[in-house]
């Protein structure tokens, strides 16, 4: 017979626990009484800081609203400014700048590739107008060729 030891995706046996002693654990047991008085006045404590907390903060925001009124701070001011910080703080981060810089390069050569393409059509148009259009360069060849084939048409 061969033994083999067991791998973690092997099946292990499920035991049964009993229900009634799995109900029976008390996890706070482990307290004394006088531990348990003790955090149960801490948190008596701790919920009332929290409530004086509470009014403090709601008394401060109240003399605070009060200051912004009095200096006329409105909601809507007070969203225009921290629009115009944001934006501000937008344009003069790096990756904003670096984007701009590309753009502004790509604009460039974008508009010096049409200027250049403008220009030679230009060129093309003058040199049709300045030459009627039986004496261009262009014209001409085009004469030579249709020419030729007639010719050789005739030929045969």
Not at 47 to 73: C, F, M, N, P
Not at 97 to 107: D, H, N, P, Q, R
Not at 113 to 134: E, H, P, Q, W, Y
């Amino acid at each position: 017979m061969e033994t083999r030891q067991q791998g973690l995706l092997d099946p292990e046996p499920v035991t049964e626990v009993d229900e009634e002693m799995v109900s029976d654990v008390d996890l706070n047991n482990t307290l004394t009484d006088e531990e348990r008085e003790e955090i149960l006045s801490e948190l008596t404590k701790l919920e009332e800081d929290i409530s004086t907390l509470r009014q403090v903060l709601a008394s401060k925001e109240k003399h605070h609203s009060e200051l912004k009124a009095k200096l006329g701070i409105t909601p809507l001011i007070e969203l225009k400014q921290n629009f115009n910080r944001s934006w501000y703080d937008m344009q003069t981060s790096t990756a904003y700048k670096k984007t701009s810089e590309t753009l502004s390069t790509a604009g460039q050569k974008t508009s010096a590739a049409f200027t250049t393409l403008g220009t030679a059509i230009s060129r093309k148009f003058g040199d049709m107008r300045s030459n009627s259009l039986g004496n261009s360069p262009s014209f001409k060849s085009f004469e030579e060729k249709v020419e030729c084939t007639v010719s050789n048409k005739k030929l045969n």
